[in-house]
């Protein structure tokens, strides 16, 4: 009865599949994935079918690329060039697997395991209380008809600082920022969200947001996605960065929860043009 933690699939479905099968995947195991199911890779299509048909087994959060998928289905914006979704809306179950979709969480909480999840990890000014009723809170505009009207206002980056008095939009484009765009914050606790770069490449007024005092109490461990540059590496002990960047070449990765050890595969073209 394992918990199996999977970084950004992207698409990669076949490296999916094999990690699965590395790590023992059983019919008694809970599958964890920190979201950005689809784009880069050439199967998200595959990718969507899987998870939607192992749900029982599955705890997801949705990520940024999730939800530009379901910006582009709502007519809001259009797929970029690297995006390889068009298989999706050109599937005879689209409909079913985006409005699926899109009333996924934006977090995961296991009181038990004391573990939380969310794409691009928990805002330094959350509290767990806060962090949770904020993703309740997108899920459930998202889940709703009213779903378009978000996500043609998704799009920005401001505000980039918490408040308890943000209202309507503004609101929710903070919570779906720092839960699925985050990586870098000011000393403030304030989002930047132009610099990429790998924390010792970073500008010295920046900090991960995982470096920064946390009100998440401190026996409770995060797991995260979206920043495939740190490379799993460079956090504190109980947080833990998934995304190994398997859609650029590089490796999909699991983390068995209950003993913390380390699967991975690596893209399977890359390791084609090695041999």
Same mark, same amino acid.
């Given at each position: 009865?394992?918990?199996?933690?999977?970084?950004?699939?992207?698409?990669?479905?076949?490296?999916?599949?094999?990690?699965?099968?590395?790590?023992?995947?059983?019919?008694?195991?809970? =599958?964890?994935?920190?979201? &950005? *199911?689809? /784009?880069?890779?050439?199967?998200?299509?595959?990718? @969507?079918?899987?998870? $939607?048909?192992?749900?029982?087994?599955?705890?997801?959060?949705?990520?940024?690329?999730?939800?530009?998928?379901?910006?582009?289905?709502?007519?809001?914006?259009?797929?970029?060039?690297?995006?390889?979704?068009?298989?999706?809306?050109?599937?005879?179950?689209?409909?079913?697997?985006?409005?699926?979709?899109?009333?996924?969480?934006?977090?995961?909480?296991?009181?038990?395991?004391?573990?939380?999840?969310?794409?691009?990890?928990?805002?330094?000014?959350?509290?767990?209380?806060?962090? =949770?009723?904020?993703?309740? &809170? *997108?899920? /459930?505009?998202?889940?709703?008809?009213?779903?378009? @009207?978000?996500?043609? $206002?998704?799009?920005?980056?401001?505000?980039?600082?918490?408040?308890?008095?943000?209202?309507?939009?503004?609101?929710?484009?903070?919570?779906?920022?720092?839960?699925?765009?985050?990586?870098?914050?000011?000393?403030?606790?304030?989002?930047?969200?132009?610099?990429?770069?790998?924390?010792?490449?970073?500008?010295?007024?920046?900090?991960?947001?995982?470096?920064?005092?946390?009100?998440?109490?401190?026996?409770?461990?995060?797991?995260?996605?979206?920043?495939?540059?740190?490379?799993?590496?460079?956090?504190?002990?109980?947080?833990? /960065?998934?995304?190994?960047?398997?859609?650029?070449?590089?490796?999909?990765?699991?983390?068995?929860?209950?003993?913390?050890?380390?699967?991975?595969?690596?893209?399977?073209?890359?390791?084609?043009?090695?041999?």
């Amino acid at each position: 009865m394992a918990n199996l933690l999977i970084g950004d699939i992207h698409g990669c479905y076949d490296e999916f599949m094999r990690l699965l099968e590395k790590a023992g995947f059983s019919s008694s195991d809970t =599958v964890w994935l920190t979201g &950005d *199911l689809v /784009a880069r890779g050439p199967k998200s299509l595959e990718v @969507l079918r899987f998870v $939607k048909a192992n749900q029982q087994q599955i705890r997801l959060v949705l990520g940024n690329h999730d939800l530009h998928l379901l910006a582009i289905y709502a007519g809001v914006t259009s797929a970029n060039k690297k995006d390889h979704v068009k298989q999706i809306f050109k599937a005879p179950d689209c409909d079913e697997l985006i409005n699926w979709l899109r009333k996924q969480p934006l977090l995961q909480l296991d009181e038990k395991l004391k573990l939380v999840m969310a794409h691009a990890g928990i805002s330094p000014q959350w509290d767990l209380d806060t962090a =949770v009723k904020c993703a309740h &809170d *997108l899920n /459930a505009v998202l889940s709703s008809d009213a779903y378009p @009207l978000f996500l043609d $206002k998704m799009y920005g980056n401001f505000p980039d600082y918490w408040s308890d008095d943000l209202q309507g939009f503004d609101r929710l484009r903070y919570i779906s920022n720092a839960l699925t765009r985050m990586r870098y914050c000011y000393e403030d606790g304030r989002l930047d969200f132009y610099c990429k770069d790998s924390p010792d490449q970073a500008p010295s007024k920046l900090k991960p947001w995982f470096m920064l005092p946390r009100k998440i109490p401190e026996d409770y461990s995060i797991a995260f996605g979206h920043w495939a540059a740190l490379n799993g590496k460079g956090t504190p002990d109980n947080i833990y /960065a998934l995304d190994t960047g398997c859609c650029w070449g590089e490796k999909l990765t699991c983390l068995r929860f209950e003993d913390k050890k380390y699967f991975k595969k690596r893209n399977i073209e890359a390791k084609q043009n090695k041999s």
